[in-house]
């Protein structure tokens, strides 16, 4: 248990282990670990709406070249990062995060330039749900791991930056157009990322990233991975089922990925429809209206304590598992995974033996062209593949999607 000091933010921390890579050889594997810092649980559900908008916000002034003002459209103060995937990157805790494309440092700790630092001309910005920087861009070599060394990487070094409590800035890894528009003064060019890098210099021979997630009961355990350039056939079981990215703006401007969601045998809870594969966001986000059929098919209601959805004892024995379908192919969320772990209940100001859901309300009503989200609760059952050469998103089942842990 944490103190209650600590309980302020769910900080879900990937920190790469110190274990030499073998380099000279694609892809390269990095054991990650899982690390929770516990919090409100309505902190959480109000983070992952708030990025909901802040994602939609970005492409909407990506597409009309308007400087992005968060300002505007979110509403909500959220003053914490709710969940962060975290990789120790040399001296820096970065969160690694499918939904922006900067990498930055200086959050919490000063930067500090060595022989490589190169200064540029450019000031650096980006605006999350939760949080923001703004500080100087650098070019400088990066180091992911011994070996995986990328030269004349652009980064931001942040000069002020907020709801970044606990770690130095952002490994961004998703798509490089979300990169456009962040530099002042204002180019069209995007930055490539660490990975388009990694591609270019030919540390790795596909331009891919590989995640494995696991679910886990205890707060801190080192239980992912993260495969740049490839996959970890390890991690997954049978065969990966590739999805076009979607055409669908604004999911198109994310991992976006059309997709149905159906409850039990036959319950409609959202038709094909856009939405996005996200790092970034912990719950499983529905469309209202999709939530709606949902809560009224297993009888949830919302829990006021946790801002989750909660159900009895009996309503857990029917619970039917959620059917997600797409690329052709049926993921099931089994009424297990749609559980929050009930053994960390109380951490997140809940009731121990209640029995609290995952799912939740994204905000906004279907149609919309991001009518979902399948965050880091999805991915703990499901190992994904972030594919930029093909530009797709690769799912597969792994030895944990019909696990019983929660
Ligand atoms: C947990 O979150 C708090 C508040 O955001 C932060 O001060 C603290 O450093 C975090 N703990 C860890 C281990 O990251
Ligand atoms: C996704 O759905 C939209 C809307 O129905 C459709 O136009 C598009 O062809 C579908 N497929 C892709 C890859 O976007």
Known sequence: M????????????????ANPVLVNRSPVTL??????????????????????????????AKTTGLTFHTDAVINEQVDNQAVTYIASVGVDSLIIDTGSSNTWVGATK?????????????????????????????????????????????????STSTG???????????????????????????????TDNLFANGVITANEIGVSFEPTTTP?????????????SSKFTGAITFIPITTTFPASEFWGINQSVRYGTSTSILTTTAGIVDTGTTLV???????????????????SATGLLRITSAQFSALQSLFFTAGGTTFELTANAQLWPRSLNTDIGGIAGRIYLIVNDLGTNSGQGLDFINGYTFLERFYSVFDTTNKRVGLATTPFTTATTN
Do not use: C, M
């Not at 690390?35 to 409100?40: F, G, I, V």
């Not at 801190?220 to 970890?232: P, R, S």
């Open 220 to 232: 801190e355990v080192l239980n992912g991975e993260l495969t740049w350039g490839g996959t970890d």
């Open 31 to 60: 054991p990650i670990s899982r690390r929770l810092n516990l919090t409100s649980i309505h902190n959480l559900v109000r983070h992952d709406q708030a990025r909901a908008k802040a994602l939609r916000a970005r492409a909407a």
């Open 2 to 17: 944490f103190p209650t000091t600590l309980l302020t933010t769910l900080l879900l921390a990937l920190s790469v282990a």
């Open 164 to 194: 970044f409590a606990g770690v130095d800035g952002i490994l961004g890894i998703g798509p490089v157009d979300l990169t456009v528009g962040t530099l002042s003064p204002a180019t069209n060019s995007p930055i490539p990322t660490v």
């Open 110 to 158: 000063a930067y500090v330039k060595t022989s490589t630092s190169v200064q540029t001309s450019n000031k650096v910005s980006v605006t999350y749900g939760s949080g923001s920087f703004s500080g100087t861009e650098f070019t400088d070599t990066v180091t992911l791991a011994p070996g995986l060394v990328i030269p004349k990487q652009s980064i931001g070094v942040a």
């Open 285 to 303: 986000l529905l469309a209202t209206n999709g939530l709606t059929k949902y809560k009224t098919a297993t009888g949830a209601v919302v829990d």
